[in-house]
């Protein structure tokens, strides 16, 4: 027993010295936590790498940085998704027989993020901003309102007085951001249930995808300045979110009867167990 | 009646039943930690039917794998009952097993003429943190993958032999689809039967060797058998075990009504994907200890060591500690030590968990 003890002792001071340095935690998680799949190892980004590095123009470092905190980098949407070219390959990473499109043209900027953003691009092509744009090469574009790079998840508070008030009176913005407010609280609402309900365990494929179709649609309403067809569209899109909460509220409903059931199953053992006692007691 | 006389003729089961629960009779002095062994047969029985339910609908691909829990989940008529009961229950019988292996320790009996007993309930807990594993990584989550993704980078830490065991254990360099298959064998053919026939090795050494007694004011001396000619039939005590049964049933659904998602957070319900190690991942609580220590040791190989030798240390304590003395309080150094290794294992968990 005293040589186990003495063992013992000397594996704990052995190891104690180095014991939780920093470099050994890092290359711990490094090993143990960085092991892809060989097909599906994400390679490395010369986009990134190189507007970190110092041959980069001072401005240009930032981008990698606003890019992960984006809206975008939380969904997988990388440098090349929206500027073309070649992320794995360093010397044709911005060779034009790569795709690489690079910087748009301020006038270019909406068709560039309509590629993806269909809907919106239609819808703001129609507004006045899009019809300004054509005709004068100067209006608000998409990264006048989301910015280029850091872009965030858009709500409705992007219209305000604050930023509309560059260019025009806020009046006008101001009676859409009204019609628009009560659906965006439908939105806001519906987004919350869904991902209460994803927390609780109910991943509701069909509610999903419903959801996301309606916002989409929602959000490219944002990007028309039609009163009248915002309006419209409104009703349309609170009639379709009902819908969808009507169902979401039968989940809940469902959530709510699983605790019960618990709790009800939680007495009844907790009465057993009370009443095996009671007869071992007695019995003793 | 008739069906009984029956029986009975033949094989005689009321003979059968008198002889095991009404003549055979047990100390009075049996303590509520004297049942945990029983409920912890309990929570392997629940977690047996439990899981012979999760089977009908589960699908064992990387394809369909989530889909398939997802379904049990929200569509299969108390699917969401059946699987929270497996899953808390197999954390709850971890509990329940390390409980049981701490009273069996601080009570001594361990101690001869039970020195068996002890080595297949010790190789019991392990081949249940076994099941847990392979179990974790069925539902095919991002904390599932990323879980069984750490844990089975673990035998690494072996020189030469190393990523051959984790490469056997995966099926390849990495958790794919045949280590799925790999654990969902495991988990469902190899290891319930094996633990079966170990909790009726365990029960029949019990019952060869007597219970013990708790060593506190202990006037059989050192074999401290719970076999009384005086005491209660065995019956009683039963009922005694099936309270704590119901008690622990109570504890489950408890934990299933008010803390849905103490066992099944957020990356629960995330599919798998390979390409995004989530923020703060982390192995199941009971893993933590180990894992921590690898973390806090400097050296892979030290790390995996240490713990082998805690893993045999443990296993065999019975023929390393021989000391005639069954009370651990009237043996400091014995105390202090246990005390010491609980403290560390706590501290160890509470760190992995930040």
């Known amino acids: 027993m005293q040589r186990l003890y003495l063992a013992l002792i000397l594996l704990f001071l052995l190891s104690s010295p180095l014991y939780g340095k920093e470099e050994w935690k890092r290359a711990f998680e490094e090993e143990y936590l960085k092991i892809f799949p060989v097909d599906e190892a994400p390679k490395r980004n010369v986009c990134v790498s190189c507007h970190m590095s110092e041959i980069m123009r001072p401005e240009l470092r930032t981008i990698p940085s606003q890019w992960s905190k984006s809206w975008h980098a939380r969904n997988n949407i990388s440098c090349h998704d929206c500027h073309g070219g070649d992320p794995e390959d360093e010397k044709n990473a911005m060779s034009p027989e790569r795709g690489f499109i690079g910087k748009p043209s301020f006038k270019d900027i909406p068709q560039f993020c309509g590629r993806c953003h269909i809907g919106i691009l239609e819808h703001y092509m129609k507004s006045g901003h899009g019809r300004s744009l054509r005709l004068t090469g100067h209006a608000p574009t998409c990264v006048t309102c989301h910015g280029a790079h850091e872009i965030q998840k858009a709500s409705i508070e992007i219209i305000n007085e604050k930023l509309c008030s560059k260019c025009h009176s806020y009046e006008r913005a101001k009676t859409m951001k009204q019609a628009l407010s009560v659906t965006e609280r439908l939105i806001v609402d519906t987004d919350r249930a869904l991902s209460t309900l994803k927390k609780k365990g109910m991943i509701l494929e069909k509610e999903n995808e419903e959801f996301f179709r309606t916002h989409a649609e929602f959000r490219a309403l944002f990007h028309t300045t039609d009163v009248k067809l915002v309006k419209e569209r409104t009703e349309e899109f609170t009639k379709r979110l009902g819908v969808i909460e009507t169902r979401l509220s039968h989940y809940f409903k469902e959530l709510n009867f699983r605790r019960n059931y618990s709790i009800f199953l939680t007495l009844l053992f907790a009465g057993m167990a009370f009443l095996f006692y009671l007869f071992y007691k007695e019995r003793m | ?354």
């Open chain 2, 1 to 354: 009646m008739k069906i009984r006389e029956f029986i009975d003729e033949r094989i005689a089961f009321s003979e059968l039943i008198r002889s095991q629960f009404s003549e055979y009779r047990v100390s009075e002095r049996l303590n509520i930690f004297y049942t945990l062994g029983f409920v912890a047969l309990a929570g392997f029985i629940v977690q047996f039917i439990t899981g012979l339910f999760l089977l009908i609908y589960y699908i064992p691909h990387p394809q369909y794998a989530f889909q398939s829990v997802q379904r049990i989940m929200n569509e299969i008529p108390y699917g969401w009952l059946i699987r929270q009961v497996h899953v808390v229950g197999s954390n709850l019988m971890v509990a329940v097993v390390f409980l049981h292996m701490f009273s069996v320790f601080f009570m001594g009996s361990y101690k001869k003429p039970r020195e068996f007993t002890w080595f297949i309930g010790a190789t019991m807990l392990f081949l249940t943190l076994t099941f847990c594993l392979s179990g974790y990584l069925l539902p095919w989550s991002q904390l599932s993958y990323w879980a069984t993704t750490i844990v089975s980078n673990l035998p690494t830490a072996f020189p030469v032999v190393g990523d051959c065991l984790a490469d056997t254990l995966r099926g390849g360099k990495s958790v794919t689809g045949f280590t799925l298959s790999r654990f969902f064998g495991l988990h469902v053919a190899l290891l319930p039967p094996l633990l079966s026939f170990l909790i009726a090795l365990h029960i029949f050494l019990i019952r060869r060797t007597g219970i013990s007694l708790p060593p506190w004011n202990a006037s059989e001396g050192m074999k401290g058998s719970g076999q009384d000619i005086e005491g209660m039939p065995f019956y009683r005590f039963m009922v005694k075990e099936l309270s704590m049964v119901m008690l622990y049933l109570a504890v489950l659904f408890f934990i299933i009504a008010f803390m849905p998602t103490l066992f099944l957070p957020e990356d629960a319900n995330t599919p798998a994907d390979p390409s995004k190690t989530p923020e703060h991942i982390r192995p199941e609580w009971y893993f933590l200890a180990p894992y921590e220590m690898l973390k806090l040791i400097p050296s892979k190989f030290l790390g995996i060591t240490a713990q082998l030798i805690f893993v045999i240390i443990f296993l065999f304590w019975p023929f390393i500690d021989k000391s005639p003395e069954r009370n651990i309080l009237k043996r400091p150094v014995l105390l202090w030590t246990f005390i010491g290794v609980t403290g560390l294992w706590l501290l160890l968990t509470v760190l992995g968990g930040y």
